[in-house]
């Protein structure tokens, strides 16, 4: 959040995003026809109207991909949560905020939703609910933690960005701290300067 007070950074990661968000999502099915491969859009697949229109009851196509693009550009990284249907139907996708989420593997055996998994089992950890929280009086990104959840990686959508270990998208702006900090020390200084009608405040 304090990179993106640097007008440089937020600029590209709105012209990316909006970029992003702008081009058409479509399902293709491929289908051989006069012996050859062609491809149509797949306008009745069952995730059509999901990908194309409404990932969420809460989100349109746009802004879901301005989010999960605007994740990948800050931290390297984006996770989309899928969510299904007592009948294993995706019925929604749901950004998770990378600052809160991150991928783990179990240490021991453990059980989840009645089925046991092995120590080793990737799984997803994320501390953003998918039910309701009280309203804060501030929002910020400070504001209290909710319990932990953990997200099988089948119920998973990861998208890496540079990768060290072919796992976890290195932190954009953690990689670029230096510039960043030096682009705000700028900021920070001309204000200071030009505020005190640009004479210097003693010798």
Partial sequence: MTALQVSTVIACVNIIANGIAALPVHIYEQKYE???????????????????????PEMNSV?????????ALLWGKSYVEIQRDGGNRIV???????????PVRAVTDFKLEGTIYPRGTM?????????????????????????RRIILAE????????????????NTIQMARQAIGLALATEKYGAKFFGNGAIPAGL
């Fill in 34 to 56: 006069n012996g050859r491969m062609s491809k149509i859009v797949a306008y009745e697949h069952g995730l059509y109207d999901l990908l194309a229109y409404e990932p969420n």
């Fill in 63 to 71: 802004a879901f991909r301005k989010t999960v693009q605007a994740h």
């Fill in 92 to 102: 929604g996708l749901w950004p998770r905020n990378p600052a809160r989420t991150r």
């Fill in 123 to 147: 799984v997803y950890e994320t501390y953003e609910s998918m039910g309701d929280s009280r309203i804060m009086d501030s929002d910020t990104t400070d504001n209290e933690m909710t319990p």
């Fill in 155 to 170: 119920d998973m959508f990861h998208i890496q960005g540079l990768s060290l270990d072919g796992r976890v998208g290195q």
